[in-house]
């Protein structure tokens, strides 16, 4: 009889009668009856569940990594260490991070506070904080109603990058795909499914059962339509290696479908800038430490945020099935509101994206009600080509918000190739987004407004390009 | 200052330590409700019907359930609330918002209750629903009379004003968005005894309603808080309906049983902040003073009375804000509708009623082009006879300019200012703005009757101390206050403090923690407590040092000495020496807030204690493009008195702050036209986030600021800063005209100030 197996403060859980599919979340409080972990919304959006994963496939060898522990399904958890709020402390000494949150006033309810404590305590264990965004992304996922979050800002910056000592250290390379045969593993009639490799994928999808790719699984948790307690069988992507990872070419990029967010963005912060400024404003630092490149563009979503900016590099999507792989336009992939090319027992394996040329220029926006943590009213991502005679070539924008897809704006590029990249031209190309789109109004946005905001967009683009001289970089 | 006392001394919050590491336990998770059933309540699903029929035998007989409860299973009152009893805990013949609970099931596991709520039938004959202020008043759909405060003949006064300004405003509805969502445990105990735990600010009220549910005497319930992970106002009444399902249900299956709402159902069943829709007209003179103010305003109060009397009281009480006003008419009245029952919510009206004085300014400076922080500096209360609030209060010696001075000082205005300008006039697509917000705010509740506190202390024979007190902490540092009092007041070490959970057993008869006033009453009650032990423990420690027994002594430093400091013994020796010489070492303590008194008929008396006062200056980023903002510099000056823990109160005050700017600009509740919430949760409703926080704040408080007859000098803080966000308002609308430069023009900026409704308000002044 299998079981899910897996560290637990450093301590060893097994479990072998629990449905695969219900979140952490609810094992730690509802199972194990430890409450250190709060509820706050079980969707992902308020960071009090917040807890921390050891992630042993990261480039640079095995992270530390906060993700939303009511967007982590229980079978994930296999294999892997985990840490929650009640690891840190050792008897009464409290770890650095407990330690400036004490000291800062960083709690007053407290109840958002074993998830800031986890957040930061990625933050301690990171070595990247070469700018002052990342320590703002890092908090973006964690809401708080009491604080006004100075005190929580000033403990984050005291502890970033600290390296305190671990002593969950020498577990901190088990994973998903540690060694081993994939793992099986059924519970309450729903099974769960973790191949090792891409061959033995085939077999678990061409059963009969109701069966489910697991990406990060931050959609498919909450999916109302096909709740994950109502599927038959999950097959989680998490174990397959050559899923994951940035390759850059010198002249196209390959991009891992089970590349989790987080290593995108920093993949793609030198080479890709455009998808690394999408990547800021992408949910919060645990949704990119959980969501992947696969799942944002099979989830299909009218403002996924990687769609515009892969629309515009000109990107496609290689396909994997038993029957070997194909590859097809990005612009031919989103086939309908939350449809896609996909077949049947076909997933998406990598993304290809061409590098920018260097007469190629490009950025890319996203408009939300809140600045962090908000899905767009309205996203937008442009390429243009500079021709010999500093007339525009080439010109590939897309948007996210105004249609039922992610999609290009044939009449904008239209109005723009051709013609010299000034405002004049930017703004007969704002006009024409009337003919491009019919936006829908929703709690998001008016209609209206996301008409105004996709023709600003266009205005501020150009002045961004009439900044820098109408010169590629 | 003594040198060893706490008072005055910043401190981590109490629980600090237990918050870090998961160890604070919230009524979710307390040992008692390990074994409990739970409890899931289905809504009604439509705003308003008729109940036909309701089907529940398939749901009951449902694997895991125990029992499903109707309005009918209700086993005393079936209608309870804070003022009038006229919430159904179910609703039985009619339905009367969308979420109203409407049966209760309860089970081994949530998924249990939720496969059988699956399986119910409800059948309700649909009826037309009042869904909006306006509906309710064309509808004539209110509660009670008009609440009216006037004085002189506003109308001749308008007449003969230099300048008239009229407006009409709406303030959003807020949701409080506490991290903790409504929860409460019900444990049946021998002999007919109750012991409930509850996440509520009103722990009495708990004990009354379940008492009044159940239909037994109230000595049968005892209601424990343990904590609360936020309430805002959101848990002062409305915790108790919770409450009162868990007793139900645990009434009939005679086991505990336990409800925690998941966000969707708090945030579809209980009330937010009172949306109010204001008219007014302003009268100003050529020097820009306000001559009349006249203003009818209406809240909507939800399906239910709640609280809103008094919600409504408190906004008119704050349509003056820190102006005199030397003639005017303020009409408020409560809408009647079919959605939600709106609640208490930090500053309780007092946020809906100033903005409605601060648009008349912002109108009035925009339309005459003058600086609008001139205009409110020149029209704050001074001398008599600017003295008189409008319900002819006396304001002593209000802070306001200095406040106003000390603070530009601070913040750098006039520099920034011209700063400010230059980079406007460079800058085609992103302007700036510096607007100066102060707040005054009135402290006490304005009913009377709820200006009392009581606590109870236990000294043990090793000199260590418990408190108990009626208040609740729901992370605003009342527990550690109030720690910090005991310390003071016997002159021991913060440690040797235990400030236990909030019980109905140990303080009856409570009201409940809210109006800012939980340390001002508690802490007067735990002073009278102490001074009692005090008085005890003198005559025993003078015995022991071979003094007279009624010489003055000093409790000081863990020891009790002679004021001439020759001797002293250890506190815990004389807590010893007094168990052997038989005398209590426990007492209880009491306090009624003196003075208060308010004629509702008449629109007239004093229904404040003291005043608490600030100000804000704010600057903002606009961006004309897609209409985003950004904080840029806030600096605050706080007048909390003699801080009794002024980490605390900053805590306060940079929360408070964050929650308003919250309210006025990103929290935008939906409502579906047939009555529905449709932002149920954190994807769609927007609280700020750690990104919106300003970029720089300074707080400062105010100093030699001391209150003469509160504890320790101290005044409240946890609402006025609230308002202080709404500087934010008048900085954005200033940045809006900024990208014109036209002057002497009103802005139009629909609230909340979204990035929808400032590229609104820029498009529309564009033409
Ligand atoms: C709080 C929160 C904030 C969010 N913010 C954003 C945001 O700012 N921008 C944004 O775009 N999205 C956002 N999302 C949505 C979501 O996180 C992203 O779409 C994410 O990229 C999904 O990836 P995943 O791996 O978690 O997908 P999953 O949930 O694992 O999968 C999503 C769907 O795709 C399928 N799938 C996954 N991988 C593959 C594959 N390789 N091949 C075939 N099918 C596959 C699954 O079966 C499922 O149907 C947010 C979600 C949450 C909960
Ligand atoms: S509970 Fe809110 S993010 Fe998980
Ligand atoms: S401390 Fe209360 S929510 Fe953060």
Same mark, same amino acid.
């Given at each position: ?16 009668? %629990? ?30 569940c917040? &807890? ?14 906060? &993700? ?12 892997r ?8 402390? *050792? ?22 506070t074993?998830?800031? &404590? ?16 990342k ?48 793992f099986?593993?059924t ?5 769960f ?9 085939w ?28 599927i ?17 070419? *010198?002249?196209?990029?390959s991009i ?8 995108? *963005? ?83 394996? !990598?993304?290809? /994206?061409?590098v ?12 939300c ?5 908000d ?5 937008a ?52 987004i ?40 | ?7 005055? #001394? ?23 409700? $390990?074994?409990? $059933? ?40 079936? =209608? ?8 159904? /805990?179910?609703?039985? +013949?009619?339905? #009367? ?70 407006? @009409? ?6 949701d ?21 735990? !509850? ?10 309603? /379940? ?71 302003a009268?100003?003179? #050529? ?16 399906f ?9 009281s ?7 804000? !820190? ?19 709106t ?5 309780f009206?007092g ?15 925009? #339309? ?40 530009s ?5 006039? !520099?920034?200012?011209?700063?400010i ?124 040092m ?20 020759? $001797? ?8 010893m020496?007094?168990?052997? @010489? ?6 209880t ?8 008194s ?20 704010? @600057?903002? %980023? ?9 904080l ?26 964050l ?17 529905? &919430? ?22 400062? =408080?105010? +100093? ?32 809006v ?10 802005? *139009? ?19």
């Amino acid at each position: 009889m299998s079981c899910i197996r897996f560290h637990l403060n450093g301590k060893t859980v097994e479990e072998s009668r %629990a449905r695969p599919s219900i979140t952490l979340l609810d094992y730690l409080r509802v199972h194990l009856g430890l409450y250190g972990t709060k509820e706050g919304c079980a969707e992902g959006d308020c960071g009090a569940c917040t &807890v921390v994963i050891g992630d042993p496939g990261a480039p640079g060898g095995p992270v530390y990594r906060a &993700v939303n522990s009511c967007l982590l399904l229980l079978g994930e958890a296999h294999g892997r260490h985990v840490i929650t709020v009640e690891g840190l402390a *050792e008897g009464e000494v409290l770890h650095p991070v407990q330690e400036a949150l004490v000291r800062h006033g960083g709690s007053q309810c407290g109840y958002c506070t074993p998830g800031v &404590v986890m957040s930061l305590f990625e933050a301690a264990h990171r070595a990247d904080f070469d700018r002052p965004w990342k320590l703002a992304d890092q908090i973006s996922g964690n809401l708080c109603r009491c604080t006004g979050y100075g005190p929580i800002r000033d403990a984050a910056k005291e502890v970033a990058g600290c390296q305190p000592p671990d002593r969950y250290a020498v577990l901190l390379s088990d994973g998903p795909a540690g060694p081993g045969e994939s793992f099986r593993y059924t519970g309450e009639g729903q099974e769960f499914v973790r191949p090792r490799r891409l061959e033995d994928l085939w077999d678990a999808l061409d059963s009969d059962a109701r069966c489910a790719v697991a990406g990060g699984t931050t959609d498919l948790v909450l999916d109302a339509k096909q709740p994950a307690r109502t599927i038959g069988r999950l097959v989680s992507l998490s174990g397959i290696e050559e899923l994951r990872g940035v390759e850059k070419g *010198e002249r196209r990029w390959s991009i891992g479908a089970m590349t989790p967010l987080a290593e995108l *963005e920093e993949a793609a912060e030198e080479g890709l800038p455009m998808l690394a400024s999408m990547l800021r404003y992408f949910g919060s630092r645990q949704i990119k430490n959980l969501g992947t490149v696969g799942g944002n563009l099979c989830t299909a979503s009218p403002v996924g945020d990687l769609a515009p900016c892969f629309l515009a590099l000109g990107a496609s999507v290689i396909l994997a099935s038993r029957g070997g792989r194909r590859e097809i336009s990005i612009d031919r992939f989103f086939t309908g509101y939350r449809e896609t090319a996909l077949q049947p027992r076909e997933i998406v394996a !990598s993304v290809a /994206v061409p590098v920018p040329r260097e007469n190629e220029i490009g950025a890319a926006f996203k408009v939300c009600k809140r600045r962090e943590l908000d899905i767009a009213t309205v996203s937008a991502a442009f390429l243009i080509e500079l021709g010999n005679e500093g007339k525009i070539s080439g010109a590939r924008i897309a948007f996210g918000g105004m249609a039922a897809t992610p999609s290009r704006a044939p009449s904008v590029e239209a109005t723009l190739l051709g013609s010299e990249p000034s405002s004049a031209s930017f703004a007969a190309a704002a006009a024409a987004i009337d003919s491009d789109f019919e936006p829908i109004g929703d709690h998001r946005g008016s209609a209206s407004y996301r008409g105004a905001l996709a023709r600003n967009l266009v205005l501020e683009f150009g002045d961004s390009i009439e900044m820098r001289g109408g010169e590629a970089k | 200052m003594r040198p060893t006392t706490p008072l005055h #001394r910043p401190h981590p919050h109490e629980s600090a330590r237990l918050h870090v590491t998961g160890g604070a336990l919230y009524v979710d998770e307390l040992p008692e409700a $390990r074994n409990a $059933r739970i409890g899931l309540i289905v809504p009604a699903g439509v705003a308003h019907g008729r109940v036909v029929r309701i089907e529940r035998s398939r749901a009951e007989s449902a694997p895991g359930i125990d029992a499903v409860l109707l309005a009918s299973d209700i086993p005393g009152e079936a =209608l309870i609330g804070p003022i009038a009893h006229d919430e159904p /805990v179910l609703a039985g +013949d009619e339905v #009367r918002y969308a979420g109203q609970p409407i049966a209760l099931i309860v089970g081994e596991s949530l998924e249990a209750c939720r496969d059988a709520a699956g399986l119910m039938r409800f059948e309700i004959e649909e009826l037309p629903a009042t869904l909006s202020i306006a509906a309710a008043i064309a509808e004539e759909s209110f509660f009670g009379d008009p609440h009216i405060i006037r004085r002189g003949d506003v109308e001749a006064a308008l007449e003969s004003a230099q300048t008239r300004v009229e407006g @009409e405003l709406s303030t959003p509805a807020q949701d409080h968005f506490y991290l903790e969502t409504q929860a409460a445990l019900a444990l049946p105990l021998e002999a007919g005894g109750w012991q409930i735990f !509850s996440s509520s600010q009103n722990p009495t009220e708990v004990q009354q309603l /379940v008492a009044r549910t159940l239909g037994v005497g109230r000595h049968r319930v005892v209601c424990d808080v343990p904590r609360m992970g936020g309430a805002f106002g959101g848990k002062e009444s409305q915790g108790a309906l919770f409450a009162c399902l868990a007793a139900i249900g645990a009434a009939r299956i005679g086991r505990p049983v336990k409800l925690r709402l998941t966000r969707r159902e708090d945030m579809a069943m209980t009330g937010p902040r009172h949306p109010f829709w204001s008219t007014y007209e302003a009268g100003f003179d #050529r020097d820009g003073l306000i001559q009349a103010f006249k203003v009818a305003t209406y809240a909507d109060g939800g399906f239910s009375l709640d609280l809103s009397p008094a919600i409504l009281s408190r906004a008119l009480f704050h349509l003056d804000n !820190s102006y005199y006003i030397p003639t005017l008419r303020f009409e408020g009245r409560i809408c009647r509708t079919h959605k939600p029952s709106t609640t208490a919510f930090r500053g309780f009206g007092g946020p809906q009623g100033m903005a409605v004085i601060e648009d008349a300014i912002n109108r009035f400076a925009e #339309r005459t082009g003058r600086d609008p922080t001139s205009v409110r500096v020149r029209n704050f209360y001074g001398e008599a006879p600017r003295d008189r609030a409008p319900y002819h209060q006396r304001i002593p010696e209000p802070r306001l300019s200095r406040i106003h001075s000390e603070l530009s000082a601070d913040a750098e205005v006039e !520099s920034r200012a011209s700063e400010i300008a230059v980079f406007n006039a460079g800058s085609l697509h992103v302007k700036r703005a510096l607007a100066f917000q102060p707040v005054k705010f009135g402290i006490a509740f304005t009913n009377r009757i709820l200006n009392q506190a009581g606590a109870l202390v236990h000294v043990y024979r090793d000199g260590t101390v418990q408190v108990n007190h009626g208040g609740t902490e729901m992370g605003q540092g009342l527990h550690t206050k109030m720690q910090v009092v005991c310390a003071d007041e016997l002159g021991i070490p913060l440690d040797n403090v235990r400030v236990m959970r909030t019980s109905t057993g140990k303080v009856p008869n409570t009201t409940p923690t809210a109006a800012s006033s939980g340390s001002d009453l508690n802490g007067q009650a735990i002073a009278d407590a102490c001074a009692k032990l005090r008085a005890r423990l003198g005559p025993v420690a003078a015995g022991m040092m071979g003094r007279a027994c009624d010489e003055d002594l000093c409790f000081e430093g863990d020891r009790i000495a002679t004021t001439d400091a020759e $001797r002293s013994v250890p506190f815990h020796e004389v807590a010893m020496q007094a168990w052997l @010489e038989r005398v209590s070492l426990s007492a209880t303590g009491y306090y009624a807030t003196p003075g208060i008194s308010y004629d509702i008929e008449a629109g007239r008396g004093c229904p404040f204690f003291y005043f608490a006062y600030g100000g804000a200056f704010v @600057e903002v %980023a606009l961006d004309g493009r897609t209409g985003r903002h950004r904080l840029l510099r806030v600096d605050i000056l706080h007048d909390v008195g003699n801080s009794l823990v002024p980490s605390i109160d900053r805590g306060q005050i940079e929360g408070g702050f964050l929650q308003g700017v919250g309210w006025l600009t990103c929290e935008e509740r939906i409502e579906s036209p047939d009555g529905r &919430v449709v932002t149920l949760g954190p994807s769609t409703y927007k609280i700020p986030a750690a990104g919106d926080a300003p970029r720089e704040l300074r707080i400062r =408080l105010l +100093d030699r600021a001391g209150e003469s007859r509160t504890i320790g000098g101290s005044k409240a803080v946890g609402e006025p800063p609230f308002m202080l966000a709404l500087g934010v308002v008048t900085a954005l609308r200033q940045a809006v005209a900024a990208f014109d430069g036209r002057t002497a023009s009103e802005v *139009e900026l629909r609230l909340p100030a979204t990035p929808e409704s400032l590229l609104r308000a820029i498009e529309t002044r564009a033409g």
